[in-house]
C-alpha cells in the first residue's frame, strides 16, 4: 500500500497530479481543497495518499494532510459513496465545515456539493455521525469548543436557525463562559 509520495510535480491537469518520484511518475487523484494548496510545478510536493485496488484500475488518491486523507477514507466506507463523490465532497467544503454540518446534523449544506442529493446527504450525516464531528470538532481548523457547543445549542432552542446561531456565535470570544456567551451572542441577534 502506497501510504505517501514525495516528489517532484510534474504536471497539473485539475483533479489529477503526475509527481516524479525518483525517475517513476505517479498520476493522482486529488480534491480541490489540496489542489489550490500544491506548489508549483517543478517544485517538491509531499502528498499523504490512499489506494485503492479495483478489479480494473490501480487508483491513488492524494491529500495535503493526514486529517484529510481521514476523512476520505471515513467517507468512502459509507455505502454508496464513492472516491469520486469522496473528493467532490472535500473539493466542496473543509473539512471543518463537514464536521459542522455533521454535529449540527445540517443536510442543505452537503446537498450544495455536486452530485450529492437529499437522501445521500441525509446518510451521510446519519453514517457520520459520532464518527467525523465530535473527532473533528475537537482538532478541526475552526474548534467548536464545550462552551460554544452549549451556547450554539441554547440559541437554537431559543428558537433562532442554525446559521444565526452560528453567526452570533463568532461574535463570541473563544474563552467565554456559557451564560455571558449567550448574553453577547443574544446582543449580536438583537442589532443583526
Given at each position: 500500500m502506497i501510504g505517501r509520495l514525495s516528489g517532484i510535480l510534474l504536471e497539473k491537469n485539475p483533479p489529477q497530479l503526475l509527481v516524479d518520484v525518483q525517475g517513476v511518475g505517479y498520476e493522482v487523484d486529488v480534491p480541490m481543497s489540496t489542489f489550490y494548496n500544491l506548489p508549483g510545478v517543478g517544485e517538491k510536493v509531499?502528498?499523504?495518499?490512499?489506494?485503492?485496488?479495483?478489479?480494473?484500475?490501480?487508483?491513488?488518491?492524494?491529500?495535503?494532510?493526514?486529517?484529510e486523507r481521514a476523512v476520505f477514507r471515513q467517507l468512502i466506507k459509507i455505502s454508496g459513496i464513492?472516491?469520486?463523490?469522496?473528493?467532490?465532497?472535500?473539493?466542496?467544503?473543509?473539512?471543518?465545515?463537514?464536521?459542522?454540518?455533521?454535529?449540527?446534523?445540517?443536510?442543505?449544506?452537503?446537498?450544495?456539493?455536486?452530485?450529492?442529493?437529499?437522501?445521500?446527504?441525509?446518510?451521510?450525516?446519519?453514517?457520520?455521525?459520532?464518527?467525523?464531528?465530535a473527532d473533528?470538532?475537537?482538532?478541526?481548523?475552526?474548534?467548536?469548543?464545550?462552551?460554544?457547543?452549549?451556547?450554539?445549542?441554547?440559541?437554537?432552542?431559543?428558537?433562532?436557525?442554525d446559521k444565526e446561531a452560528l453567526l452570533a456565535l463568532k461574535t463570541v470570544p473563544a474563552g467565554a463562559g456559557v451564560s455571558d456567551g449567550i448574553k453577547q451572542a443574544l446582543k449580536a441577534l438583537s442589532k443583526g
Open positions: 509531499v502528498l499523504f495518499t490512499h489506494q485503492a485496488i479495483r478489479e480494473d484500475a490501480h487508483l491513488l488518491f492524494g491529500f495535503g494532510n493526514a486529517e464513492g472516491a469520486r463523490m469522496a473528493l467532490s465532497i472535500l473539493s466542496g467544503m473543509s473539512i471543518a465545515d463537514l464536521a459542522q454540518a455533521v454535529t449540527l446534523q445540517e443536510s442543505g449544506r452537503l446537498v450544495k456539493v455536486p452530485g450529492i442529493g437529499k437522501k445521500t446527504a441525509e446518510r451521510l450525516l446519519l453514517e457520520l455521525k459520532g464518527k467525523l464531528g473533528l470538532g475537537a482538532g478541526g481548523a475552526h474548534p467548536v469548543h464545550d462552551s460554544q457547543s452549549d451556547i450554539l445549542n441554547a440559541l437554537i432552542a431559543l428558537g433562532y436557525s
